[in-house]
């Protein structure tokens, strides 16, 4: 009789970890969602609202339902004309009541079901790219050499996209006669007429007011990630497999660090901040996320598909959700993976 008890509460035991074990599996597959984009083949970038899905890849913009992920419309091509883009689209900034879209030498005006609306002229030719729109004005950057040395300089850029108010100048990570950094710190923002702008030392994200007059700072203390010699042979590797013909100037010409900066990227949606790292851990990426007004509420870690040493595949966040597209190598298609954020 007791060994027939002992048996029952040994097949109990197994039946509640074999269900505890099944729901774990199940709670990982609803929290996640992939869905197949056969019309897309290199895209660049995506952006999530809260019914559409927009992806760019080379001249093209698509728009697609994110109730159930159909086509609605897709525009843009390579060319001059209204509609038309002279190369491979910078960026999108979807906008409640329009998206603005940077491309060489102009930044286009549509609405949100991609009708044309407008256009205007970028005067700056290569020297501006990626404006954010704040009130009537911009913001954006340029690339400008001061004796012997190349600045990356932020200014606030009027309703012609003329410069108007020089904002925050850093060293660009090329310099003549010297090896090219292998990272900088590069991301700028803009919500509600104010500017965010990332700082190249340190974690620090400067506040500014529509007329460029700092607010205040979002800091953070940060023990920055040291870049190792495992770090260092990933990228030699990459490069190797990926650029031969440039390899060994890649190689010689490169400046290896000895730590990551602090700020990889940043994100600016929902009213938060999510602030990535370059920091690590089974396979999933450290976020630190402030409020609009820089009070920090979160750091999780989000599991991003790296595409190679350097780069994440696209990704956009609303909503506590991770969308990221990324390329099924077996299948030979690019995937919407949307995976919640808990």
């Known amino acids: 009789m007791k060994k027939i008890i002992t048996d029952q509460k040994r097949k109990f035991t197994k039946t509640i970890f074999f269900l505890i074990i099944l729901l774990f599996f199940v709670s990982d597959v609803y929290a996640s969602k992939i869905v197949s984009f056969p019309d897309i083949f290199e895209p660049s970038s995506i952006v999530v609202d809260n019914s559409q899905i927009y992806i760019v890849e080379g001249t093209t913009i698509y728009?697609?339902?994110?109730?159930?992920?159909?086509?609605?419309?897709?525009?843009?091509?390579?060319?001059?004309?209204?509609?038309?883009?002279?190369?491979?689209?910078?960026?999108?900034?979807?906008?409640?009541?329009?998206?603005?879209?940077?491309?060489?030498?102009?930044?286009?005006?549509?609405?949100?079901?991609?009708?044309?609306?407008?256009?205007?002229?970028?005067?700056?030719?290569?020297?501006?790219?990626?404006?954010?729109?704040?009130?009537?004005?911009?913001?954006?950057?340029?690339?400008?050499?001061?004796?012997?040395?190349?600045?990356v300089v932020y200014s606030i850029f009027d309703s012609k996209l003329k410069k108007a108010k020089e904002l925050y100048r850093m060293k660009w990570m090329v310099q003549p006669g010297r090896k090219r950094k292998l990272f900088e710190t590069f991301w700028y923002g803009t919500f509600d007429n104010k500017i965010f702008i990332a700082r190249e030392e340190g974690f620090i994200i400067d506040v500014l007011n529509s007329m460029g007059e700092k607010i205040f700072s979002i800091s953070q203390k940060y023990k920055n990630?040291?870049?190792?010699?495992?770090?260092?042979?990933?990228?030699?590797?990459?490069?190797?497999?990926?650029?031969?013909?440039?390899?060994?100037?890649?190689?010689?010409?490169?400046?290896?660090?000895?730590?990551?900066?602090?700020?990889?990227?940043?994100?600016?949606?929902?009213?938060?901040?999510?602030?990535?790292?370059?920091?690590?851990?089974?396979?999933?990426?450290?976020?630190?996320?402030?409020?609009?007004?820089?009070?920090?509420?979160?750091?999780?870690?989000?599991?991003?598909?790296?595409?190679?040493?350097?780069?994440?595949?696209?990704?956009?966040?609303?909503?506590?959700?991770?969308?990221?597209?990324?390329?099924?190598?077996?299948?030979?298609?690019w995937e919407l993976h949307i995976t919640e954020i808990k």
Request: some cysteine; charged content about 30%; overall charge positive.
């Open 63 to 151: 728009i697609y339902s994110l109730e159930d992920f159909t086509l609605k419309k897709k525009f843009g091509r390579k060319g001059e004309g209204p509609q038309e883009f002279k190369d491979d689209i910078w960026s999108v900034e979807v906008k409640p009541n329009y998206i603005l879209v940077n491309s060489l030498n102009k930044v286009s005006f549509f609405t949100r079901d991609g009708d044309f609306l407008n256009e205007k002229i970028n005067p700056t030719v290569l020297g501006g790219s990626m404006f954010k729109p704040v009130g009537n004005q911009f913001v954006g950057y340029s690339i400008e050499r001061e004796n012997r040395t190349f600045y």
């Open 225 to 333: 990630l040291k870049f190792t010699t495992f770090h260092k042979m990933k990228f030699l590797e990459f490069w190797k497999s990926s650029y031969p013909e440039t390899y060994e100037i890649r190689k010689t010409r490169t400046e290896f660090p000895n730590y990551f900066p602090a700020i990889k990227t940043c994100l600016l949606v929902d009213k938060k901040i999510y602030v990535q790292t370059y920091k690590e851990k089974d396979k999933k990426t450290e976020f630190f996320i402030f409020s609009i007004d820089g009070k920090l509420t979160n750091k999780i870690l989000i599991p991003l598909v790296r595409k190679n040493p350097r780069e994440d595949y696209p990704y956009w966040i609303k909503t506590q959700k991770l969308y990221q597209l990324v390329y099924d190598l077996d299948k030979y298609v």
